[in-house]
């Protein structure tokens, strides 16, 4: 049978072989970790009271397992990375102190990227943090993935935002816009070149903005599942593949320093996996465990804050894929507005690094054997291996405990939206923008590899603050950006400040009736007459997106490499013209 056809049955076979092995992990201390096998625990929720959600964060890091960081958001009582709940119209005043102590380890087989060694950034010295742009190990500052939140101080900029352990407490203050998709967000470090091996690390937790089910009353009254999925260097490295694997052709080393795709779903993948930081550790995955009571109905909230690994989700009871109701992506419902009770049935979900899914789950029966698993991707010839791979399983129990949260079951509509949709508006212009890669020696092929995300008709160069906007556009324009990938691995574009339309793909008219804030481009395989692409719906109609910010891959490694650019939204009266170098 080909290996592709028996990846399920083999997955169920991992667990079944995993299920009675030792656990043993730190517990305790600064960034704890729980041990594998462990029940999934739910993050700590805040939530907002009269409008205004206060929290204090210190941000750490200690040393992990072979020479790797742990990163982690600590609340005063030491809880990490709790869940932001918040409405539209609600006040978020964070305070965060920069409390780490040191450089990355020599030891993590995630290095500092070349492009990042070599970065100018200004000298560390005492002054405004909203000025200082230094990219060093020890910086921080916050990027709220998905909202549209202005991209200036003390809100949601991130590119001249840089916080020093010598600084005391910043805050970050600004509401969360009334019109704001009610859904899933998260909030993570976004320091360049050093933000693949922060958020490896663990630096990342949810941010949810609370009225799901008013735009989707099929959610109404379900209790609800928040499932942080990281990913982190392997605890493992050397060790040989499980035994209840087919044997996979060597295994090679891509450039990054991680495994490299084999095409087969198998062999050792590029990271371990976490769910709520339980990890679930190569070479055996000893999965993480829930309970649901029989048949039990859950809203789960899915977020990938993985630097690199690509999620393909699908729960099995007894090998067999159950059905998923997808109600929201990235943060927006899924449904148009003739439609507030609509979900989309799918047997699997894809998930890019950096995007979130939220679905309907139903528990299995008493008795019956159930798993969540991530299948495998295919990343390309160029990208990291992300084979199948056990999760969690699902255990049926009457007396399993209820999720700390139940979504509310009034559904009062959400207010009609204030634009009109994003679909129905023709662009004023459309650009055509590329992803590639470039060997630092093109005689050796495992030199670094340099990143680019490049405006059509002008020379591929990595990322630097100091170059300024590559694209600016006016305030209430609305343009389609085709994004090609003329590499040979898979990347997910993401946009700062705005979601957008997904249009086409690879010519193919594509007919979503909600938005995104990342999507997969797909690879280059040296075979088709012309590169993949993708169509999208640019919005910058929203005065919030005034301001200069940043567009990238997301799979941090490829942005820390240089794979970022940057857009200035200009207000709607200013004068001139908007770059229109590359109108069509």
């Not at 920069?98 to 993590?108: C, E, K, R, W």
């Not at 804030?517 to 169509?535: A, H, M």
Request: charged letters at 20%.
């Amino acid at each position: 049978m080909p290996l592709h056809q028996r990846s399920l049955s083999l997955l169920y076979l991992l667990w079944l072989a995993a299920a009675g092995l030792a656990r043993g992990e730190e517990t305790v201390g600064v960034c704890p970790r729980p041990a594998p096998g462990s029940a999934v625990p739910e993050p700590r929720d805040l939530r907002s009271h009269d409008g205004v959600l206060k929290v204090d964060l210190t941000f750490r890091n200690v040393p992990g397992p072979k020479g790797s960081k742990r990163y982690c958001y600590l609340l005063p009582d030491g809880t990490q990375s709790p869940t932001l709940r918040l409405h539209p119209g609600d006040l978020l005043i964070l305070h965060l102190k920069n409390a780490l102590s040191d450089a990355p380890s020599a030891g993590s087989t995630t290095p500092v990227s070349t492009h990042a060694a070599h970065m100018h950034t200004p000298a560390v010295a005492a002054g405004d943090p909203c000025t200082s742009g230094a990219m060093t190990p020890t910086a921080t500052n916050l990027h709220f993935h998905g909202l549209t939140v202005p991209p200036v101080c003390h809100q949601d900029e991130v590119v001249t935002t840089s916080i020093q352990p010598q600084d005391p407490p910043f805050e970050y203050r600004f509401r969360v816009p009334q019109g704001e998709p009610p859904g899933l967000y998260w909030y993570h470090p976004h320091i360049h070149g050093f933000s693949s091996v922060e958020v490896q690390g663990g630096a990342s937790g949810a941010l949810i903005i609370e009225g799901l089910e008013r735009a989707n009353h099929a959610v109404a009254g379900l209790p609800e599942r928040v499932l942080v999925i990281r990913d982190q260097d392997l605890v493992n490295p050397d060790a040989p593949p499980s035994k209840s694997e087919p044997v996979v052709p060597k295994m090679l080393i891509d450039r990054d320093g991680d495994s490299a795709n084999n095409g087969t779903g198998f062999g050792r993948p590029a990271k371990d996996l976490s769910v709520n930081f339980v990890p679930i550790p190569y070479p055996d995955y000893p999965p993480a465990s829930l309970a649901m009571k029989p048949g039990e109905r859950q809203l789960w909230r899915v977020l990938n804050s993985s630097a690199v690994t690509y999620l393909n989700l699908a729960v099995l009871f007894r090998r067999a894929p159950q059905p998923l109701g997808i109600v929201a992506i990235d943060g927006v419902p899924i449904h148009s507005a003739a439609d507030a009770a609509a979900v989309e049935w799918q047997d699997h979900i894809g998930v890019p690094p950096g995007a979130r899914v939220e679905f309907i789950v139903t528990g299995p029966p008493l008795g019956m054997p159930a798993l969540l698993v991530t299948r495998t991707v295919d990343t390309g010839q160029g990208g990291e291996n992300d084979p199948n791979r056990a999760l969690a399983t699902i255990t049926a129990a009457a007396d399993a405990p209820e999720p700390v949260a139940t979504l509310p079951t009034a559904t009062a509509p959400l207010p009609a939206p204030a634009r009109p949709w994003l679909g129905d508006v023709a662009p004023v212009r459309v650009r055509k923008l590329y992803f590639s890669e470039k060997l630092s020696d093109p005689q050796n092929p495992n030199s670094a590899t340099a990143f680019y995300i490049t405006v059509d008709g002008k020379e591929p160069a990595p990322f630097d603050p100091a170059a300024g906007p590559d694209i600016v556009v006016h305030q209430g324009d609305v343009e389609d950006w085709i994004i090609e990938n003329r590499s040979t691995e898979l990347h997910a574009f993401h946009i700062h400040q705005l979601h957008f339309l997904v249009v086409d793909w690879s010519g193919i008219p594509v007919h979503e009736p909600f938005l995104r804030d990342t999507v997969n481009v797909p690879y280059f395989n040296g075979r088709t007459l012309q590169y993949p692409s993708v169509r999208l719906r640019m919005d910058f109609r929203d005065p919030d997106s005034v301001g200069t910010f940043p567009y990238h891959c997301h799979l941090l490694e490829h942005e820390d490499g240089g794979m970022m650019a940057l857009v200035r939204v200009v207000p709607a009266s200013h004068e001139g013209h908007a770059d229109a170098t590359q109108d069509r």
